[in-house]
């Protein structure tokens, strides 16, 4: 019993901070792990002293940030890129919106699991047909598979077409949580505080998932398919069950924005820009990392919703956001801050001589000089041809 | 009507919406089997190919008579397909400078950071589209009616647009001249091996940085051309380049990745089965080409036709 319980442990020298069974962080881990977890709790309160900033939109970086922590399960282990992760979610916000439009399914709970559950199975579909091709082909299918479903949503009188589905079920207007009826303020926190719960619990799985035989076998997958085969990998089958974890996730945060927003279109939850934004939160915020998807949402809904405030080209802003991540940060942002990242190491080489400053100066330089040379050269080719 | 004339009537529109899709998909899959590049930006190419068609046609046409007889009717058809080439050739260098400044430095990465690149492109250039034409949709009802006004179809008995078949004609050339150029002429058969193996075509003295660019700016080219032929019917709006993006994905995918002859004869197919499919029942419009789509993977998972280098005519 005293093994199961958290407590400090001394592993190669080195004390560690246990957690559970599999989960053991180093101090400065738990140190970090603990300000996130104050930050995420917090984020009510600083929504309240900010006001250019609203806990809805938060939520709904949280919520996204969730979809996108699944998605990397896939793009990080199994270097699968799906393109059309929006289904997942429109899957998970529309079987709450359904069953709370159609069914007057009032409780929280129930929602939730109906959601998991028809996202699994939607997945275990569009795995099996998609998962027999990798690399570009598997990302164009997962894309197109998606657009299938927002055409069939969109088409139905029955989804509620474009216009969507409201999910105010009840006397009470909205879902009750655990049989209780809360008024909407009420309501509102206590559902962004089972948010944060639900994705520290899910985060805990992720990392047990990743740091189990079964994460190892991925990354071998990911790696090089042909070997991990060799080995005696099931590939298939567990490349199938990565995306269909997944896919959980997203059926999870859709069903949770589903009950924050209180209302689903198909623009929204189910069209490919979607599957885009879950992508490119992965990616922002670092998808080589466990944490970083779920700071890529966060950011990336704020930065939109800013945006959207400050500009009538907001997208173009976005645009720019991820050119710059693309050239400068491409380990995202939690990769960067990361020991041995981008920001850390310019930081500490200009610590040791404050003169890499000129360096950098003069290597944007010549980057722009090649740039220059290169459009001379395109033109030639334009007007000769290739030899 | 009678049953046949509809019938007709409906292929007709299969075809020349087979070959507005073959227009858009040729750009993407030419881009696709050469670079391995997933080009998101391509619909945006294709926008903006219309925005600049909305300018270019409607200061062009403008010099010429309005077409009365048959001779004012044949200038003005070479004038407005002169506007169009004009125009894809405005997307030519966009084209180059994306593929020289942006693409290459990312090659040797992970692909998602082409994704990436390529969907930050298409957010700036749907804004730089916002910013140069306004948010509102930009008609040109003039050039559609002017080239209506000549009576083709009517001279076998049935009441179709002439500028339909204007799309079908100029999409039938286009066809011709890209098997002709990837076969036939040196630089596409450069290209071609270039795609088949990168190593070996450096090897015989080939520059794969300027094939790379040039394949870019001639995926852009057939875009920008794409989005002028389909803009004098409709309008030119912000959100006209996600379906035909998605649509082209699609193409490619039933004809098989990269595959050019594939896209040829899966555009045709999506438009033609796709137009009778909403003749029959209206509300399949949308997921038509997808439900095609997934039935001819469950039968030939690969897509209709092999990869790029198995390309023969």
């Known amino acids: 019993m005293r093994n199961r319980l958290p407590g400090l442990v001394s592993r190669d020298g080195e004390r560690k901070v ?6 053991e962080l180093t101090l400065r881990q738990t140190a970090l792990a603990l300000v996130g977890l104050l930050f995420l709790f917090a984020l009510p309160d600083i929504a309240r002293l900010l006001p250019a900033i609203q806990l809805s939109v938060l939520h709904q970086g949280v919520v996204f940030g969730l979809a996108a922590v699944g998605l990397n399960l896939l ?11 929006a289904a997942f979610f429109g899957t998970g916000a529309y079987t709450t919106a359904l069953l709370a439009a159609k069914y007057n399914v009032t409780e929280f709970a129930l929602l939730l699991i109906a959601s998991m559950l028809l996202a699994t199975l939607m997945a275990m579909a569009i795995g099996y047909l998609s998962l027999r091709h990798t690399g570009l082909y598997f990302s164009l299918l997962t894309l197109a598979f998606g657009q299938l479903l927002y055409a069939l949503v969109q088409g139905q009188t029955f989804f509620g077409s474009s216009d969507g589905l409201p999910v105010r079920p009840g006397p009470n207007m909205r879902p009750d949580i655990f049989g209780l009826a809360l008024p909407p303020d009420a309501y509102e926190v206590l559902v962004y505080y089972l948010t944060v719960a639900i994705v520290v619990v899910s985060l805990l ?12 076998a991925l990354d071998a997958i990911g790696q090089d398919r042909t070997r991990a085969q060799f080995i005696g990998i099931p590939v298939r089958r567990y490349v199938w069950l990565a995306f269909v974890v997944s896919a959980v996730y997203g059926g999870m945060a859709g069903a949770l924005y589903a009950m924050v927003q209180q209302h689903v279109r198909p623009g929204p939850v189910l069209y490919f820009l979607r599957s885009g934004d879950i992508l490119f939160m992965a990616i922002l915020g670092g998808y080589q990392t466990l944490f970083g998807p779920l700071v890529g949402g966060i950011v990336l809904v704020l930065l939109q919703d800013m945006g959207r405030d400050l500009t009538n080209y907001f997208d173009a802003l976005t645009g720019l956001v991820l050119l710059a991540l693309v050239f400068g940060f491409p380990q995202g942002i939690v990769g960067s801050l990361k020991k041995g990242g981008r920001v850390r190491s310019a930081a500490s080489s200009f610590k040791n001589n404050p003169a890499v400053v000129g360096a950098w100066v003069s290597s944007f330089a010549e980057s722009l000089v090649t740039a220059a040379t290169q459009s001379v050269q395109n033109v030639k080719v334009l007007v000769f041809g290739v030899k | 009507m009678s049953v046949v004339t509809n019938f007709i009537t409906h292929t007709l529109h299969g075809v020349q919406y087979g070959f507005i899709l073959f227009l858009i998909a040729s750009g993407l899959t030419i881009i696709l089997g050469i670079l391995d590049v997933l080009n998101l930006a391509h619909g945006e190419l294709y926008a903006l190919g219309a925005y600049v068609a909305s300018s270019v046609l409607g200061y062009v046409v403008g010099l010429v008579p309005p077409p009365t007889d048959p001779a004012s009717q044949a200038m003005f058809v070479a004038v407005v397909l002169g506007g169009a080439v004009l125009t894809a050739a405005v997307l030519v260098p966009v084209g180059a400078a994306i593929e020289s400044v942006l693409l290459r430095p990312i090659y040797d990465r992970n692909e998602v950071y082409q994704l990436v690149l390529t969907f930050a492109l298409l957010l700036i250039i749907k804004d730089a589209i916002k910013f140069g034409w306004g948010p509102t949709p930009v008609r040109l009802q003039s050039v559609y009616s002017g080239i209506n006004g000549i009576p083709a179809a009517s001279l076998v008995g049935l009441n179709y647009p002439t500028y339909n078949l204007v ?5 039938a050339i286009v066809v011709v001249g890209l098997f002709y150029f990837f076969n036939r002429t040196k630089t596409g058969r450069i290209i071609r091996a270039t795609a088949i193996d990168r190593e070996m075509a450096t090897a015989i003295g080939v520059s794969t940085d300027r094939t790379f660019t040039l394949v870019f700016a001639v995926g852009a080219f057939f875009a920008g051309f794409a989005g002028a032929m389909a803009l004098p019917p409709t309008n030119a709006s912000l959100e006209m380049g996600a379906n035909p993006l998605v649509l082209s994905f699609v193409v490619i995918v039933i004809g098989g990745l990269g595959s050019l002859r594939g896209a040829f004869v899966a555009a045709l197919l999506v438009g033609i089965l796709s137009r009778w499919a909403t003749w029959q029942y209206p509300p399949a419009e949308l997921a038509a080409p997808f439900a095609i789509m997934a039935i001819i993977l469950l039968v030939k998972p690969d897509g209709l036709f092999g990869t790029w280098g198995e390309m023969d005519a």
């Open chain 1, 205 to 216: 799985v992720m990392w047990r998932l990743i740091n189990s035989p079964f994460g190892a």
């Open chain 1, 18 to 23: 246990r957690v559970m069974r599999g989960l």
């Open chain 2, 167 to 171: 799309i079908i004609a100029v999409g």
């Open chain 1, 75 to 85: 793009v990080r282990h199994t270097q699968l890129v799906s393109f059309g992760h």
